[in-house]
């Protein structure tokens, strides 16, 4: 869920160009200079991946590139850091949220 209301407390946000990527096969909008784990959590997709040893939801834990909890594949290419990479048009994000433990 984005912000579509602003009250005079916050001042007006300024979105960069409307884009469409595929998430998880299905077709979401996407502004540029947007993270991809802001694209994914205004999907509202929170559980990013499962930790192979233990099955525990993975998914943005410190949102500045440390922990690498958010992995993603993007385009293909596995173990993308959806918290430091910026989304681009037609981009195809994959999470593993709906594979099962
Ligand atoms: S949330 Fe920690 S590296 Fe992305």
Not at 10 to 17: F, S, T
Not at 38 to 63: D, M, N, W
Request: glycine share 10%; net charge positive.
């Amino acid at each position: 869920m984005r912000i579509t209301k602003f009250t005079s407390e916050l001042p007006a946000v300024q979105r960069g160009k409307a884009i469409e990527v595929q998430v998880n096969g299905r077709r979401a909008q996407a502004f540029e200079g947007e993270l991809i784990s802001t694209v994914l959590q205004a999907e509202g997709i929170s559980v990013f991946g499962r930790k192979h040893q233990t099955g525990r939801p993975s998914g943005i834990y410190c949102g500045m590139g440390v922990c690498y909890e958010c992995l993603v594949t993007v385009n293909g290419a596995g173990n993308i850091r959806a918290c430091q990479t910026l989304v681009a048009d037609k981009m195809k994000i994959e999470t593993e949220a709906q594979v099962k433990p």
